[in-house]
């Protein structure tokens, strides 16, 4: 039986798509499954569709009807879960409410750790970098938080998974009480305003922190005066850069303009892919893809990176680190990065870094490894 939400969706989009074919013109998923989506909406979508859209949106986008099929996606993905469709705890290593995920053994095993930063105390400010880039890239991390430092005394660097994959996998209610913890965390340090790296981050939590009456900026908002932006240089003047905009970000554009404009202002030269601003496509990690069908996710890593060395550039620029470690599992004929490296002349090297981190569980040592983080229910 098909829950309420998941039945107003798609009897929505059956009775309202023109089948005009624009969406299916711009999504792998679609043109692999060979049907409108007043079709699938029609029959209502399989457990296996739900799980290999990425629900970046670009559907929603291109719709001349304003209609949703990622809603529908995303919604049979907490049918499934519900229904018991899909052994959903068999993905448990990457839920971030459990005491060890991938990413905490990770930084457990390579020795990360900011033990030395204020992660407890009481501050009005913090800064939220991501789990990603608080995993795969502490250099950056400390970076971002010394410059900040300069102008929030002590500010609280904040380790916390946003909650967004439990919601992507349709775990809807641990994501309701992940969030909750994250909430009284808030209160009890009286932090009022939040810094931001991430725009899946910014646009997950910033309903919930607007409710709390938090202040929220952008990393490149907190970061502006503290730059010297327009001190650019000739290496700089002869680097074009393309940005690869993220998803969350492609009706409002914060993280876009924000971006362009400070690379602008530190001499760098822009030019774009086919797909940007609102029309951008997804990295490849949207929606955790890579779990369910890793090949429909390197065909979207392909794509993006096919458009970038059309573009000319010389550099994939990203604002989110899963983007920029997507795209350096292949290597090309340009350098992924992100754009917070190229505003603080941060030199690291993001290729092949995603394949290097799977070597975590590979020989005796990483079955002992692999065994631990799937103890735990």
């Not at 399989?46 to 809603?71: F, H, I, M, Q």
């Not at 919930?208 to 700089?236: F, P, Q, V």
């Not at 490849?284 to 065909?299: I, K, L, R, T």
Request: negative net charge.
């Amino acid at each position: 039986m098909s829950s309420e939400k998941l039945s107003k969706v798609c009897h929505e989009i059956k009775e309202n798509c023109i089948e005009c074919g624009q969406c299916l013109s711009e999504c792998q998923m679609l043109q692999e499954i060979g049907e409108e989506p007043a079709s699938i909406a029609a029959r209502k979508p399989y457990v296996e569709e739900a799980y290999e859209c990425s629900l970046c949106g670009l559907c929603e986008a291109v719709c001349p009807s304003s209609l949703s099929p990622k809603t529908m996606f995303a919604e049979m993905r907490t049918e499934a879960v519900k229904s018991k469709e899909i052994p959903i705890n068999e993905y448990r290593y990457m839920f971030p409410d459990r005491k060890l995920n991938v990413m905490k053994l990770y930084r457990e095993v390579n020795s990360i750790d900011y033990k030395d930063l204020n992660l407890g105390r009481e501050n009005p400010v913090a800064l939220f970098p991501g789990c990603t880039m608080l995993t795969y890239s502490p250099k950056l991390t400390r970076a971002v938080y010394t410059h900040l430092s300069q102008k929030y005394q002590d500010i609280v660097l904040m380790t916390e998974c946003c909650g967004l994959p439990l919601y992507q996998l349709g775990l809807n209610d641990r994501g309701d009480k992940y969030v909750g913890e994250i909430k009284v965390k808030i209160r009890d340090l009286k932090i009022r305003t939040i810094i931001i790296a991430c725009p899946n981050c910014y646009y997950q939590l910033r309903p919930i922190l607007r409710e709390m009456g938090i202040t929220l900026l952008t990393i490149y908002e907190a970061l502006d005066d503290l730059l010297i932006l327009n001190n650019s240089n000739i290496l700089h003047q002869q680097s074009f850069v393309t940005i690869h905009d993220s998803c969350p970000d492609r009706f409002e554009g914060i993280f876009a303009s924000q971006a362009r404009l400070a690379l602008q202002k530190k001499g760098y030269q822009l030019v774009e892919m086919e797909h940007n601003h609102e029309m951008t496509i997804c990295c490849g990690s949207g929606g955790e893809v890579s779990h369910f069908d890793p090949e429909m996710a390197n065909n979207r890593v392909k794509s993006r990176l096919d458009e970038a060395e059309n573009s000319g550039a010389q550099i994939l620029a990203a604002n989110c680190l899963a983007c920029v470690l997507n795209f350096g599992k292949v290597s090309g004929k340009f350098q992924a990065k992100h754009i917070l490296n190229l505003l603080l002349d941060l030199e690291q090297d993001f290729e092949g870094f995603k394949n290097k981190a799977k070597k975590m569980f590979e020989g005796p040592e990483g079955e002992k490894l692999w065994e631990r983080i799937m103890a735990e229910p």
